[in-house]
Structures are given as C-alpha cells and as structure tokens.
C-alpha cells in the first residue's frame, strides 16, 4: 500500500498527511482521543508521543474536562514504536537517545498521573508501547479478540520506559514471562493478568464505553482525583505512620469538603449529586 510521506518540524519523513492524534470533547465533559495513524497501525513517533502529553496536559487543567476514553483509528490500538522512528534513532548518540526516551517517558508518567478518570478502548493488536498506554489507563475495555505482545527482546532492545506501569498492571512474575519471551498472548489471558478489566465483542465497545461513562459520571470529579492520588502514593509506601497520617488526613479533608457535604447529602435525600464547580 503505497503513503503519502510529508516532513515533520525536524526534517524528518513521516508517513501520512493526518493528524496522528485527535482530540473530539463532548458537552458531557467526556474527552475522547484517538490514536490516527490506522495505515502505520498507531505505531508511536516522535510527534505522536509530543502530542499526547500536550493533549492529555491541557485536558488535565481543563475544568470542562469530567474524564477521557482513549482509544485508536483503524485495525490496531498500537503496534508499539513506528518502525521507522526506531530505525532514525539507531543513528542518534547516546544523548539523543536518552532525550528521545525521556520523551516517551514524560508521555506515559503525564497520562499515567491524569488527574481524572482514564479509560482505554483496546481492540486488534496491542505491542510494546502500545501495552504501556493501556497500563497507564485507569480502566481498560478490550475487544475478545484483542491481543496483546511485548516484543522488545526479539529487537535487542528492552521495554524499559513502559516497564514502571506495566510491572503495576501485571506484576513482576507474568512481567519475567511476557518480557523475557516475547510471546503474544490473548485478550482472555490479558483479563487473567489484570491488564484488562472487562472483555466485550467489538460490537459492544461503544455500548460497554457508555455504561463507564455513567459509571463514572455519578462519581464526585474531585474525589475521583483524590482516588488517583491516592493510590499512587499507597502504591508507593511503606505502611508507617507518615502512611496513616495521609491516609486520616485524607479522609477528614474530603468529609469537610463542599464536595464531600453534597455527597452526604444527597445521599441522605435520596437525590443525585449536584457536584460543586
């Protein structure tokens, strides 16, 4: 299949003319952005990569902004890094390289810290980096007949930068299997290791979309932030007091909070919440 190739900011020759990342908001407040490089099969770039940081930062401060879906254009989710990016790289020095990664870095640790609800909508083949965006989601939808593969090791390479939220999503024992192998494995074995949280056929994604929206729209928007916070810092500590101290820190601010009181309130009145602004 022949491509129209165009040159990016830096010179560099890219395959097709669209925009590789789009960004569509809702008067819902729900934010959809979708991968759009279905003729590569999403495979990741350097200019793919920038834009999802810039969106995911400007969605992350945008009040207007309740949650996001991520999602992808064509066949694949993402087939990892874009073939040729790689190959430009090869002949980068060591301190381009490391520049390019900490891109790739800051991308992932930017969606992996959005402050609102996440969700991934995962269908056709995951690979590489592609695994690392749906383990930085908060929830993950895949289609039964998604697959899923870290084929790093078969490049001579490692999934380092991905290798923080993926560990999170997998644990280490199926991480030594998946990465030292590179094997693929299913969208049912993907659910067992607890990368995907629900199956559906294709069909059904939309529909499967929309009740998580629903879901998650009856949630307090600040409560929810506080949850992703949360588990980042529990995640990521000893069970001592400076724990504690956070956690009933935590709680009493919430209780207290113009949120919290709504919360309470509605409750007690058998109504929906009015979350305050």
């Known amino acids: 299949m022949s491509m129209d190739v165009v040159m990016d900011g830096s010179g560099s020759a890219r395959a097709g003319t669209a925009e590789p990342v789009l960004i569509e908001q809702g008067p819902d407040g729900v934010a959809t952005v979708t991968l759009n490089r279905p ?3 999403n495979a990741m770039d350097e200019i793919m990569i920038r834009d999802l940081t810039r969106i995911f930062d400007m969605l992350g401060s945008d009040s207007s902004c309740r949650m996001a879906l991520l999602k992808a254009n064509g066949a694949s989710f993402c087939a990892g890094a874009d073939i ?16 390019e990664a900490q891109s790739l870095s800051l991308m992932l640790k930017t969606l992996y810290e959005f402050p609102k609800p996440l ?12 695994v690392g965006l749906a383990a930085c989601c ?7 007949a998604s697959s899923f593969r870290l084929s ?12 923080p939220y993926v560990v999170r999503a997998i644990g280490v024992r199926a991480s030594r299997r998946y990465f030292l192998t590179a094997e693929p494995f299913s969208a049912s074995e993907a659910k067992n290791l ?7 056929p294709d069909r059904m994604m939309s529909a499967a979309a929309a009740k ?8 307090g928007p600040k409560a929810q932030a506080a949850v992703k916070d949360m588990l980042r810092r529990v995640d990521d500590s000893a ?21 919290g009181k709504e919360g309470l309130s509605a409750f007690l009145e058998k109504r929906n919440p009015k979350w305050p602004k």
């Open 39 to 41: 003729d590569m099969h």
């Open 84 to 99: 040729n990016w790689m190959m430009r790289t090869a002949q980068y020095s060591v301190e381009q390289n490391l520049a």
């Open 119 to 130: 969700v991934g909508l995962i269908h056709g083949a995951t690979v590489g980096g592609g």
């Open 138 to 144: 908060d929830i993950v939808v895949a289609s039964d």
């Open 152 to 163: 790093e090791v078969k490049l001579g390479i490692v999934p380092a930068v991905i290798s």
């Open 194 to 200: 607890g990368l995907v949280h629900e199956l559906v």
């Open 212 to 219: 998580l929206i629903e879901r998650l729209s009856a949630g």
């Open 239 to 259: 069970l001592d007091d400076g724990l504690t101290d956070y956690t009933t820190e935590l709680i009493a601010r919430l209780r207290a909070s113009p949120e």
